[in-house]
Nanobody, 122 residues
């Protein structure tokens, strides 16, 4: 059984920074791709960033390029999302996901965390 636990969300002013963490426990088989998605209030879930566990490939959504950085710590089996220059439109519930493939599609990820709220005030 694979479990994902996010942490690090909160309230921050526009222009500020936050770092989200996603700790993965259980059998790592089938978790090659690790990703972050977000769901703004009243909107559909959208892709934020993804990283191959080998770190050989990284993808970013267009709205976060140049501001967010995804990384991973193999020893801790943890994926991070460093978010800088935050904007009010970044307000959302952020979800960590893991799956056998590295894609930008939510349907391709089998395992999901419970989500962590990020609120950016103007």
């Amino acid at each position: 059984q694979v479990q994902l636990v996010e942490s690090g969300g909160g309230l921050v002013q526009a222009g500020g920074s936050l770092r989200l963490s996603c700790a993965v426990s259980g059998n790592p088989f089938g978790t090659y791709g690790r990703a972050w998605f977000r769901q703004p209030p009243g909107k559909e879930r959208e892709f934020v960033a993804s990283i191959a566990w080998s770190a050989s490939t990284i993808y970013y959504g267009d709205s976060v390029k140049g501001r967010f950085t995804i990384s991973r710590d193999v020893a801790k089996n943890t994926v991070y999302l460093q978010m800088n220059s935050l904007k009010p439109e970044d307000t959302a519930v952020y979800y960590c996901a893991a799956g056998p493939f590295l894609t930008q599609k939510a349907d391709d990820y089998k395992y999901w965390g419970q989500g962590t709220q990020v609120t950016v005030s103007s």
